[in-house]
């Protein structure tokens, strides 16, 4: 069964940093595209930072290009989000997602193409 877990978030000050952790279960990780979305409230879920292997590209975000670094280490089925320079309007939860990667990253940020699973999410909360 696929099983992601997200960990990491938390409580920092504007300016500061936090890295989340992303467990992968139940399926070859290093085949799959991986994402990290954020959804704060009232808002939709935004696509943050994607990683497609099928043809090795990774997108950002407008909001967080410069930022924001996702990464993966296959070895351990693991994904993560290094945030840094940390603003209010990054608050929110954050979801780890993962689908069999066939295209390119920013299909998959954008919803153009649909991740089908998803983590529980972490909230990330940026205040002073």
């Not at 990491?8 to 467990?23: H, K, N």
């Not at 979801?95 to 990253?105: D, I, K, R």
Request: charged fraction near 15%.
């Amino acid at each position: 069964q696929v099983q992601l877990v997200e960990s990491g978030g938390g409580l920092v000050q504007p300016g500061g940093s936090l890295r989340l952790s992303c467990v992968a279960s139940g399926f070859t990780f290093h085949y799959y595209a991986i994402g990290w979305f954020r959804q704060a409230p009232g808002k939709e879920r935004e696509g943050v930072s994607c990683i497609a292997p099928s043809d090795d590209s990774t997108y950002y975000a407008d909001s967080v290009q410069g930022r924001f670094t996702i990464s993966r280490d296959n070895a351990k089925n693991t994904m993560y989000l290094q945030m840094n320079d940390l603003k209010p309007e990054d608050t929110g939860v954050y979801y780890c997602a993962a689908e069999p990667s066939s295209s390119t990253a920013y299909y998959y940020c954008s919803g153009y193409i649909k991740f089908n699973s998803w983590g529980q999410g972490t909230q990330v909360t940026v205040s002073s």
